[in-house]
């Protein structure tokens, strides 16, 4: 190369942006990357997670490693995330707290924009179930109780601001009526006590529909656009004349300062996971239907889903956080 073409090389190499001479000179990942989960191991998100985990260190060629940060109602391991260095080694996957948070919650440890939106794994409607003892055989029933005086009808919940206390809040918003809540530590005390018919029902997904097939539950309806493959018998709300849509939803976040660029790769490799037939039954099994988009498409969801709770609360509805 004469002198002349080497200027011209040069020349040409000055007009590229910074960020990707950086990223020509560090390709992603470099070293292993951490996804945390701010939920205890065991959880359908600590699933979730693990599963595209595997994967994900097959295409990037580093040991992609779940490090489960529970407590604080979510608050410890988004926290560990909105803190860490931004450059796409450390990832969050979490679910519906991380925007009910800001809402029912006085202070927050991080700032409203210390994280983005990297892409959305998927989401499940809610089922209503009911016990198998119940004289409630269908939606107009459970209606009916519900309109026959406020406080009538009485659902559990795995706890305080959890997503099945707020589908019953949206309920009965849809109803314009009052539903007593009974608030249980953990999902599986409630459903027992909904099996015995010590209170009504319970908003659950579809990993449930086990206990309606086994005679114990009853499912009456889902709060989703269309039916649940895994609940194909199991009609929408919408179906039988009641505007309900809630489910639990899951996605992944990272440090906001991470390149747009980087964050874009991230998304593209995540969406190549979920792509994997492996991956896709795995999750399959958990009831969660996938949808993953664009990082903006993402935002636009999690934007919606605030909205949908800052009315249910300036409607004066009281959520406690416990």
Not at 149 to 163: I, Q, V, Y
Not at 164 to 189: D, K
């Amino acid at each position: 190369m004469n002198k002349r073409d080497l200027l011209r090389t040069l020349g040409g190499a000055a007009l590229l942006p910074a960020s990707a001479l950086l990223h020509a000179q560090t390709p992603f990942p470099s070293r292993p990357v951490t996804l945390v989960v701010p939920y205890a191991a065991g959880g359908p998100t600590d699933v979730h997670a693990r599963v595209i985990a595997n994967r994900l260190s097959v295409i990037w060629g580093q040991p992609v490693l779940v490090e489960n940060r529970g407590g604080g109602g979510t608050l410890i391991g988004t926290q560990y995330v909105a803190k860490a260095p931004a450059d796409g080694h450390t990832l969050l996957l979490t679910a519906y707290a991380y925007t009910s948070n800001p809402i029912l919650r006085s202070s927050m440890p991080y700032a409203a924009d210390a994280l983005k939106p990297l892409v959305q794994i998927g989401a499940n409607g809610l089922i209503l179930f009911v016990s198998a003892r119940s004289s409630m055989k269908s939606l107009a029933d459970v209606v009916a109780l519900a309109r026959s005086g406020p406080d009538r009808l009485r659902l559990a919940s795995s706890g305080n601001a959890s997503s099945p206390h707020i589908a019953l809040e949206l309920f009965a918003r849809a109803l314009n009526t009052r539903i007593t809540h009974v608030a249980y530590r953990g999902a599986a005390p409630a459903k027992n006590d909904v099996i015995a018919g010590v209170v009504d029902g319970i908003f659950d997904g579809t990993s449930s529909m086990p206990l309606a097939r086994a005679g114990q539950l009853r499912a009456i309806a889902i709060a989703a656009p269309q039916r649940h493959p895994a609940a194909p018998d199991v009609p929408t709300f919408r179906e039988q004349g009641v505007d309900l849509l809630y489910a639990t939803w899951y996605g992944m976040l990272l440090p906001s300062g991470v390149p747009d660029a980087l964050t874009l790769k991230i998304n593209t490799d995540i969406r190549r996971a979920l792509d994997d037939p492996g991956v896709r039954a795995a999750i399959a099994e958990t009831g969660l239907q996938l949808s993953p988009g664009t990082p903006q498409q993402f935002a636009s969801f999690l934007d919606g889903e605030s909205r949908k709770l800052r009315a249910l609360v300036d409607s004066g509805v009281r959520i406690d956080v416990e």
